[in-house]
């Protein structure tokens, strides 16, 4: 669930690489690629990889609790955000399979106090087509994200906000939908969603360590999550009252890979239905995106709630599933599955380099400013304190940014580069392979 928004950020977790498939898995350079990611602090999480149900790799780095040393591992738990989605989706489907419920159910009979609920369909909501408005893109979900909800207040205020288009009129990501079903979910079953999961789901496969999250209990080996700034700072903790379906699920990556599994295997729902979550229209299938790989596709979903982000993919011509969980991230999560896959399927990949400048606090003043552009609308600041750069986006959090070259700055959670000059007041953004320049 992507709770949070990252600075400026082109997070694109969907990849077009062309793989040459290798019987050996070179394990010693994905141990160097994580073991530099640790050294440099540029990562903390968790890997699996599974061929035909079986672990061919597994790496786990960095502390589940930084300020006690306590460090992570293979059965360290963490949130998984949106990836919790694929869960809330077979559970509908499981639902519809019995009898329960209809893809053509409106949402009226449920909730008729949302716009234009008796247009939306229970279809319209597992792909992103309802035009449902996104709580989480609301500033005032900053605000209440770390308190409490009940099903009714957030019901509520979902119901306050405006439709964003008319039902099936085109597709757009929005965490309501999977809340909504969630609670959807509950009144069909008359139980909490947390024991309809470990009935229908996490028992019937045999997932030890997946279950609907609460208060972060480190005793039960879950695990903090952090930002990067010189060190890494501990995140507040999103209620999970309030993600629900969309992305309150706690997990661990060889649980994923499992999933996934039995999800393929058909052992939980029925291949018509998992065709139906296959089935991508204006890039959203049911609860599940498809992953292009030149000629071959992976089918999964990504995640991202307070400091954690999580990817999840099945590539059902190989057999293969790759989960990667993290709880902290200074470098692009993109680059690092970039990686993980090269190195799996054989291809040229080069280690990261993370060479940086200290620079003094006096040398940092002729960077600061407001930059502008005309090619996207969004301003960003850049502002200083003591011998550190931060740029701050409209309307998003600040990111502290690092020197790497004369007027050079980088940002790797992002995969953002800046390049300044002073003298021109200009300043130049790269970022996912496009450039955009902006004027202080």
């Known amino acids: 669930m992507n709770l949070k928004r990252i600075?400026?950020?082109?997070?694109?977790?969907?990849?077009?690489?062309?793989?040459?498939?290798?019987?050996?898995?070179?394990?010693?350079?994905?141990?160097?690629?994580?073991?530099?990611?640790?050294?440099?602090?540029?990562?903390?999480?968790?890997?699996?990889?599974?061929?035909?149900?079986?672990?061919?790799?597994?790496?786990?780095?960095?502390?589940?609790?930084?300020?006690?040393?306590?460090?992570?591992?293979?059965?360290?738990?963490?949130?998984?955000?949106?990836?919790?989605?694929m869960f809330t989706t077979v559970l509908v489907f499981q639902l519809i399979e019995e009898g329960k419920l209809k893809l053509e159910t409106t949402l009226d009979k449920y909730f008729p106090q949302i716009p234009n609920a008796d247009k939306i369909t229970i279809s319209n909501m597992l792909n992103h087509r309802s035009g449902i408005h996104s709580f989480t893109d609301d500033a005032?979900?900053?605000?209440?994200?770390?308190?409490?909800?009940?099903?009714?207040?957030l019901v509520a205020i979902i119901a306050k906000a405006p439709a964003n288009f008319k039902p099936n009129g085109k597709a757009a990501y929005s965490n309501s939908n999977f809340v909504l079903l969630g609670y959807i979910v509950e009144k069909i079953e008359g139980k909490p969603y947390s024991k309809i999961l470990k009935e229908r789901i996490t028992s019937k496969i045999g997932l030890q360590n997946t279950y609907l999250g609460g208060k972060t209990s480190l005793e039960t080996g879950e695990s903090y999550s952090y930002r990067f700034e010189k060190t890494w700072v501990k995140q507040p903790e999103t209620d999970m009252s309030i993600p629900g379906g969309a992305g309150a699920i706690v997990s661990t990556p060889r649980d994923l890979t499992k999933f996934i599994e039995a999800l393929f295997a058909g052992k939980l729902i029925s291949k018509d239905n998992l065709d139906r979550m296959k089935t991508v229209t204006e890039g959203y299938g049911m609860g599940m995106f498809q992953i292009p790989f030149r000629e071959k596709k992976a089918y999964g979903h990504n995640g991202?709630?307070?400091g954690f982000v999580s990817s999840l993919g099945y590539f059902p011509d190989e057999g293969l599933a790759v989960a990667y969980c993290s709880n902290g991230s200074a470098y692009n999560f993109n680059s690092i599955l970039i990686g993980v896959l090269s190195i799996y399927f054989d291809q040229?990949?080069?280690?990261?380099?993370?060479?940086?400048?200290?620079?003094?606090?006096?040398?940092?003043?002729?960077?600061?400013?407001?930059?502008?552009?005309?090619?996207?609308?969004?301003?960003?600041?850049?502002?200083?304190?003591?011998?550190?750069?931060?740029?701050?986006?409209?309307?998003?959090?600040?990111?502290?940014?690092?020197?790497?070259?004369?007027?050079?700055?980088?940002?790797?959670?992002?995969?953002l580069v800046l390049e300044f000059s002073p003298v021109k007041n200009e300043m130049t953004l790269?970022?996912?392979?496009?450039?955009?320049?902006?004027?202080?």
Do not use: C, H
């Open 430 to 440: 790269k970022q996912g392979g496009k450039t955009f320049l902006f004027k202080r």
């Open 7 to 85: 600075s400026v950020s082109i997070l694109g977790l969907f990849l077009s690489l062309t793989i040459v498939f290798s019987q050996s898995l070179n394990k010693p350079k994905l141990d160097s690629l994580f073991t530099l990611l640790s050294q440099k602090n540029k990562a903390m999480g968790s890997l699996a990889v599974s061929k035909n149900g079986t672990v061919v790799y597994q790496k786990t780095i960095g502390y589940s609790n930084v300020d006690k040393k306590q460090e992570a591992t293979a059965d360290t738990k963490y949130r998984i955000g949106s990836i919790s989605k």
């Open 304 to 306: 991202g709630i307070d």
């Open 348 to 415: 040229e990949y080069k280690l990261p380099t993370f060479n940086t400048l200290n620079l003094k606090p006096e040398e940092l003043a002729k960077y600061l400013g407001e930059y502008s552009s005309n090619d996207i609308p969004i301003k960003i600041t850049i502002t200083q304190k003591d011998s550190v750069l931060y740029g701050q986006g409209t309307g998003q959090p600040s990111f502290p940014l690092e020197a790497t070259d004369a007027d050079k700055f980088k940002f790797d959670p992002a995969g």
């Open 140 to 153: 005032e979900y900053q605000i209440y994200m770390t308190s409490p909800k009940t099903s009714d207040e």
